[in-house]
């Protein structure tokens, strides 16, 4: 068949937050004439801003999971149960890990980072990345029965940014409501807990550990075989450490083709566009902008949802592409365990119990939103420039 007649191929990879409304998008506005096909791992997206509170006991594993098959069919979408292994941006394909090929006219891709674990390879099996998320959650349940059959167990979280302390208070969370005597250190860089954050958020996160009772270390760690090598060079003993240790991109974006920033994740324009192949479109911790400052986050993730659905919809039909910039003040909320939470705003912050319902309440809804059988949005979307 010609290119000119055969339907127009779009191609989403990877159910990342932004992708969802891509489907949301899909399944209220039909447009004929395209393919379309969603290539995910797993068919759950787990939603990380539940994963802390799902490890302390607040959750069920099933609340913190989007189903991705209900919304595949109401937006008419085939759902291709692999991963993507190889993208070659000059000649429009993508070579799955089963060595299926697809190719594709215009492609969507959320597919997340990695934790980037390199200088902690020396753990072997003690090292359980925080990403993928799916790997993760699976993990966890092993490190709870091993803690439960081996008094005193050695667990170190490695990250001092939000993740990492949200993930030392639940892990003391679940040795606590089990009551098993497992300690919990958490090891951060030289900048210490909450870089960048406001002081006050990083004084109630420091308060939130103490009172827990984890232990933490300040000051670059290097991996040895039975543990961490701290910067005073005391040797921390672990059984299991945790790796919150940033992002980094995937492997395979290095030979697709398409330009990325300094540190490989893909740049794109304020559309969502890759700068350098047009009919690519990412969003979410794949994505880079050009101006420094923005930083990877769920937040950014979802508030590039409706503007990657619109302009995917846009160019299907030919209208004019809608550009946003990305806010530099976001809400941050961060759950301490014990159903407390830190809110941060810019150069403010607040603790308290009512933080943590108030969280709750928003990542429930958001969940709630794409678990509807009938996905239609719940949320107005952001107010938005149009571009030309
Ligand atoms: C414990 C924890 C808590 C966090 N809490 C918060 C928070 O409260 N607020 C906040 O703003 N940020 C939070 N973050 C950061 C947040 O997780 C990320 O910034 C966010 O997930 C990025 O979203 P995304 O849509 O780009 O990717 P993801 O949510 O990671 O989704 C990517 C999807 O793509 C799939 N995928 C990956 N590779 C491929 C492939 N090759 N082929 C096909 N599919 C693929 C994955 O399976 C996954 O389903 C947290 C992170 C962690 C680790």
Redesign the pocket.
Known sequence: MSSALRPKRLLL??????QLFVLEALARVRVPGIMVSL????VF??Y??M??GWMAGHYALRDCQIDLRPLARAAGVDLVID???RLDGDARCVQLASGRRLGYDLLSL????ETDTSWLELLGDRLLA?????DFCAAWPRVLAAALQRPGLRLAVVGGG??GV??ALAARAAFAARQLSAEVSLVSSQQGLLPGRPTSARRYAMRALSRAGAHLHVGPATSVDDGLLLADHTRLKVDCVIA?TGARP?A?FAASGLARDASGHILVDACQRSVSHPEVLV????SARAEPGLE??????VRAGPILAENLLAILAGRPLTSARPQRRTL???SCGSRRAIAMWGNWSLEGRWVWYWKRWIDRRFVRRFTRSDPRPQVAPPRQEQAR
């Open positions: 990879v990877g159910g990342g937050h932004a290539v995910t791992p797993d997206q787990t990380s801003g994963v802390p991963t993507l292994a959320a597919v997340g980072s925080v990403k993928p998320l799916p939000a993740a949200e993930l919150a995937p395979w969003a979410g911790d794949a990877r986050s769920g937040v950014h993730a941050y909320l961060l």
